[in-house]
T-cell receptor
Framework: AQKITQTQPGMFVQEKEAVTLDCTYD???????LFWYKQPSSGEMIFLIY??????QNATEGRYSLNFQKARKSANLVISASQLGDSAMYFC???????????????FGSGTRLSIRP | ETGVTQTPRHLVMGMTNKKSLKCEQH?????MYWYKQSAKKPLELMFV???????ENNSVPSRFSPECPNSSHLFLHLHTLQPEDSALYLC?????????????FGEGSRLTVL
């Protein structure tokens, strides 16, 4: 069965520093996708970045990058030059399969609350 | 129109009431999801609907009943709920069929069961 683990309930980081949020996963399916979402205090879930299991390079989107280590089954999110607006809950998520089946299960980790200090 | 719209945003109901949550997506997606988010647990997948199939989490109690009349609308019918069902219920949709297949979320329906 698929499983997502985020071991950092909360983190404090100084503004402008880089931060790494940890995520490990478990699946027996060779094809899967990994996602990171941000949930500010307002409650909306915002998609940040995606990594496919067969992607050769680590995904990057602006200040976000995903440190994908397939052998270790980890998919850590790196935020460079953190900003006050980055303060939020961050969730790692996984989809088993290649996404062709439109009814794919996507499960979430327990989240990490990131707080940026000015 | 926002991509995924949920109504009502807030709902208070008694344990004997019957109510429904509604979700509508204007993105042309072909799969829709219900998630439960409570303070004590991570996001819990409840149901997935697509034109071809329905997938459900077997741990979801029968007092939650989903309905998906077409690819743009998704309902969650609620009856004889318990106080522990109080949570934020999030609807999401995805294009599926390859690509990243990321979820697009609505703003959620905050449910309080008295």
């Amino acid at each position: 069965a698929q499983k997502i683990t985020q071991t950092q309930p909360g983190m404090f980081v100084q503004e402008k520093e880089a931060v790494t949020l940890d995520c490990t996963y478990d699946t027996s399916d060779p094809s899967y996708g990994l996602f990171w979402y941000k949930q500010p205090s307002s409650g909306e879930m915002i998609f940040l970045i995606y990594q496919g299991s067969y992607d050769q390079q680590n995904a990057t989107e602006g200040r976000y990058s995903l440190n994908f280590q397939k052998a270790r089954k980890s998919a850590n999110l790196v935020i460079s030059a953190s900003q006050l607006g980055d303060s939020a809950m961050y969730f790692c998520a996984m989809r088993e399969g290649d996404g062709v089946s439109s009814a794919s299960k996507i499960i979430f980790g327990s989240g990490t609350r990131l707080s940026i200090r000015p | 129109e926002t991509g995924v719209t949920q109504t009502p945003r807030h709902l208070v109901m008694g344990m004997t009431n019957k109510k429904s949550l509604k979700c509508e997506q204007h993105l042309g997606h072909n799969a829709m999801y219900w998630y439960k988010q409570s303070a004590k647990k991570p996001l819990e997948l409840m149901f997935v609907y697509s034109l071809e199939e329905r997938v459900e989490n077997n741990s979801v109690p029968s007092r939650f009943s989903p309905e998906c009349p077409n690819s743009s609308h998704l309902f969650l019918h609620l009856h004889t709920l318990q106080p522990e069902d109080s949570a934020l219920y999030l609807c999401a949709s995805t294009k599926g069929a390859g690509g990243a297949g990321e979820l697009f979320f609505g703003e959620g329906s905050r449910l309080t069961v008295l």
